[in-house]
């Protein structure tokens, strides 16, 4: 209790987190006194069957979503103690979203939506942030891209251009829902490997929710989710491994 999240290399902490949905005979315990850390500057997977609290873990964890019980520490900060307007804030300067379905803003061009987080948060971006977009925008292959709409591009684009945007700002967290799940296998796998570089060249932490063996193969580490607990937690291993462990856990519930 006395040492802060990040002196132990930790990112994000949750303490005996629980989530329940509804009262009484239909309640749904969502998560049940889970404990994780995610560390710093590791990309890492939450893999668990449908229904196992993946999103809802994600979705407290990123303060978007209210714990029934128990801690969620970002850094040092304890969010669950936070209120709506201050978990606003916090989460447009210090939280990253690479959703699905992308979530571009169809009227913005490309460098428009990179840019949109500082715009939020009603800054313009510094020099400095200024040089890094621009690394961004080159490294993601986009630079002959920016001043077209996001329905000029294809999936695995829109998506470099989610990628770029959630990394601009340089927040403690990146959260990713499902990155590759409106992509083909070959361009998921290129965000995938966008992803774990991301980790391993800028030290960017990272938070992926999957139910893709092959998606969380690209993970550092992998956190298995079953019933709303965590039942398993992996070093980096191979899509047949997590195909196993998954199965076993199918064939357990
Ligand atoms: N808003 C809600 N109201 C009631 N129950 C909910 C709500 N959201 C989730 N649940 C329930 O909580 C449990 C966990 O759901 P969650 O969406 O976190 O699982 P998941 O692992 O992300 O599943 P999937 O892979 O299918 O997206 C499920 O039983 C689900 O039905």
Known sequence: MGMNTTDIGLIARVAHLSKRYGTGSGAVAALDDVSIGIRHGEFTAIMGPSGSGKSTLMHVMAGLDTASAGQVWLGDTEITAMGDSA???????????????????????????ILLPF???????????R???????TSLGLLNRLSHRPHQLSGG?????????????RPDLVFADEPT????SRTGREVLALLATAARDYSQSIAMVTHDPIAASYADRILFLADGRVVDDRPRSSAEEISRIMLGMEAAL
């Open 87 to 113: 978990l606003t804030v916090l989460r447009r300067r210090r939280v990253g979203f690479v959703f699905q379905s992308f979530n571009l803003v169809p009227t913005l061009d490309v460098l428009g939506n």
């Open 119 to 129: 715009e939020l948060d009603g800054r313009r971006p510094s020099a400095k942030e």
């Open 131 to 137: 040089e890094w977009v621009d690394h961004l925008v």
């Open 157 to 169: 684009q829109q998506q470099r251009v989610a990628i770029a945007r959630a990394l601009a700002t």
């Open 181 to 184: 799940g409106a992509l083909d």
